[in-house]
């Protein structure tokens, strides 16, 4: 009759037992993201195309706002770099403006944080504003230091950025 060896044992239950384990770790589903984590630094001038904003109100008459994620936006573009917004008016015919600014009658300004652009707008007629807004991230290695950076087509031709 042969005999068990007691360590032999303890070494299969061991085994067993992580391999059931990873079975059903495997077998779970992952909880969804709550959101990606933004992009790691790269030396790459970034734009957004023109989009228009849904409007949120806020419960405060006459103000309404609006996040935005914006994965490439990062703690180092907003410390050393630059982080540019722009907008246009339908009513407004001069050309892009870089925010914060008046559109149409309203005032909209813009807060730049960790992966959002956090836009908020306010005026008596602001539920009837409809501008539309394009963003560009400059990182410190590309910033020129002679460029009018409130100008957009002198930015867009710096940067051969499309207008």
């Avoid at 005999?3 to 770790?25: D, F, Q």
């Avoid at 409007?55 to 907003?78: C, I």
Wanted: hydrophobic share 40%; aromatic share 12%; glycine share 6%.
């Amino acid at each position: 009759m042969k005999t068990l060896n007691p360590a032999a044992l303890i070494m299969a239950v061991i085994i067993y037992a992580s391999v059931t384990g990873c079975e059903k770790e495997m077998n779970k589903p992952a909880p969804p993201p709550s959101r990606p984590i933004p992009a790691h630094t790269t030396d790459e001038v970034k734009n957004s195309n023109w989009f228009f904003i849904h409007w949120v109100y806020t419960g405060w008459p006459g103000v309404m706002q609006y996040t935005r994620y914006v994965p490439e936006l990062n703690s180092d573009l907003l410390t050393r770099g630059k982080v540019l917004v722009f907008g246009k008016g339908e009513l407004d015919i001069k050309g892009p403006k870089a925010l914060p600014a008046s559109f149409d009658g309203a005032f909209i300004g813009v807060k730049a944080e960790v992966g959002n652009l956090k836009f908020v707008l306010e005026g008596s007629n602001a539920a009837s504003v409809s501008p539309q807004f394009k963003y560009i991230l400059i990182p410190v290695s590309k910033l020129a230091h002679n460029l009018d950076y409130t100008d957009y087509h002198a930015v867009c031709v710096y940067y051969k950025i499309p207008e």
